[in-house]
């Protein structure tokens, strides 16, 4: 893992993303979490993250991911059910 970098969250569930953003924070991971996927889609490619993190099911999610590596092509993306 890095030891630093960038990572926007869109969580499931406000809880899950915010607490999956205070553990990267102990790292020196600069987070930020979004509560829909059009708030997150606002700020690419302007202010790219090193991480993209979706988590929760969602409709669409290949078309979602592909989008995303295209609005952001250095973030990496992942994304958990």
Same mark, same amino acid.
């Given at each position: 893992m @890095?030891e630093?970098g960038?990572?926007?969250?869109?969580p499931?569930?406000d809880? $899950?993303? @915010?607490? #999956?953003?205070?553990?990267l924070? %102990?790292?020196? @991971?600069e987070?930020?979490?979004f509560a829909?996927?059009?708030? #997150? %889609?606002e700020?690419?490619?302007d /202010? $790219?993250?090193d991480?993209?993190?979706? %988590?929760g099911?969602?409709a669409g999610?290949?078309d #979602?991911v592909?989008h #995303?590596?295209?609005a $952001?092509?250095?973030a990496?993306?992942?994304w %958990? /059910?």
């Amino acid at each position: 893992m @890095w030891e630093r970098g960038s990572v926007f969250i869109m969580p499931s569930e406000d809880v $899950a993303g @915010w607490r #999956l953003a205070a553990v990267l924070r %102990q790292f020196q @991971w600069e987070t930020r979490v979004f509560a829909s996927v059009n708030e #997150l %889609q606002e700020h690419l490619p302007d /202010d $790219a993250p090193d991480l993209l993190a979706l %988590q929760g099911p969602c409709a669409g999610i290949a078309d #979602l991911v592909g989008h #995303l590596r295209h609005a $952001a092509p250095g973030a990496r993306v992942v994304w %958990q /059910d």
